[in-house]
């Protein structure tokens, strides 16, 4: 009986998902009066706004990437190491997000937004209002991003964090004579490369697909411009949401592919990995070592 629940659920969920993007590409394929043609698709890069508002979406989902990480790795680190009581209080402040609607942070931000002009304006921060709602590149976006991307990269990178002994690296690194900083770049992050792609696949996604915040705040990255651009080409619109969902797709896959190669390592290596497991300090010391070594050359 479970070996023919198995298919039906996964037939079940294919067709779920596969029907509406069948019938989205046939609705931007099928041109009434021209028949089978690719129209909606040749236009998209000539659509004004496309370039600018992609590029743009690019440009917040990598600084919000930097932004995140630069937060809560060192956060997520240092409660594992010198504060492991405070890691509830961590999880609870790094999930708050979830809780709070994008509406009612939206309501905030323009709030803030509002106030500070009209209440600082002989003072120096009255650029920083200014410079954050710049049109060309709102840093106000970075900021509301990564703090709704907060709950999935602090998960994911606690995940890793559960899996490696980081204990046992840092003090190996500082051993070695390595600087707080450079043990943890040098010892700790090689071994949470899934789970920094993780978070950033993630932080990524939620970036170019997020309309509420922008829309509110009154900016125009890839999700406002679709919305707008199906006022007055639907079609356009339904190719361009196509696109960015298979270039979604496309990432996902290149990061599963990247995660289980590193996962399929050679014999040799994984008897090189077990003379350095953390049950044996002193071997973990002369890899780092070796490391830190190749790295200062």
Excluded: H
């Excluded at 993007?21 to 659509?47: H, N």
């Excluded at 609870?92 to 002009?117: K, S």
């Excluded at 922008?214 to 919305?227: D, E, K, R, Y």
């Amino acid at each position: 009986m479970a070996r023919l629940g198995r298919p039906v659920v996964l037939l079940v969920t294919g067709v779920y998902f596969l029907v509406p993007l069948l019938a989205s590409a046939v609705f931007t394929l099928d041109v009434p009066g021209q028949g089978l043609t690719l129209s909606s698709y040749t236009r998209i890069f000539a659509a004004p706004g496309f370039t600018g508002s992609l590029l743009l979406s690019l440009g917040l989902a990598a600084a919000t990437v930097a932004l995140v990480l630069l937060v809560t790795i060192p956060a997520a680190v240092a409660a594992r190491l010198s504060a492991p009581r405070l890691r509830p209080v961590l999880e609870v402040v790094c999930t708050l997000p979830l809780v709070v609607p994008p509406v009612a942070l939206t309501a905030g931000l323009g709030t803030v937004l509002r106030w500070g002009p009209e209440k600082l304006s002989t003072t120096p921060l009255y650029q920083t209002f200014v410079a954050v709602q710049n049109p060309d590149f709102p840093f106000v976006l970075v900021l509301a991003y990564a703090v709704m991307a907060l709950p999935f990269v602090y998960r994911a990178l606690d995940a890793g964090l559960r899996s490696v002994d980081v204990r046992t690296l840092v003090e190996a690194a500082r051993d070695c004579g390595a600087s707080w900083p450079r043990a943890l770049v040098s010892a700790v992050l090689p071994n949470l490369r899934g789970a920094l792609l993780n978070g950033s696949f993630l932080t990524l996604a939620l970036v170019l697909g997020e309309f509420t915040v922008a829309s509110l705040l009154g900016f125009q990255p890839f999700a406002v411009w679709i919305v707008q651009a199906s006022g007055s080409d639907a079609r356009l619109s339904v190719a361009v949401s196509l696109l960015s969902l298979l270039l979604t797709w496309v990432l996902l896959l290149a990061l599963t592919t990247v995660g289980n190669r590193r996962r399929r390592a050679p014999r040799g290596s994984r008897t090189s990995a077990s003379r350095t497991s953390p049950s044996s300090p002193s071997r973990t010391s002369e890899a780092l070592a070796a490391s830190l070594g190749k790295t200062s050359r």
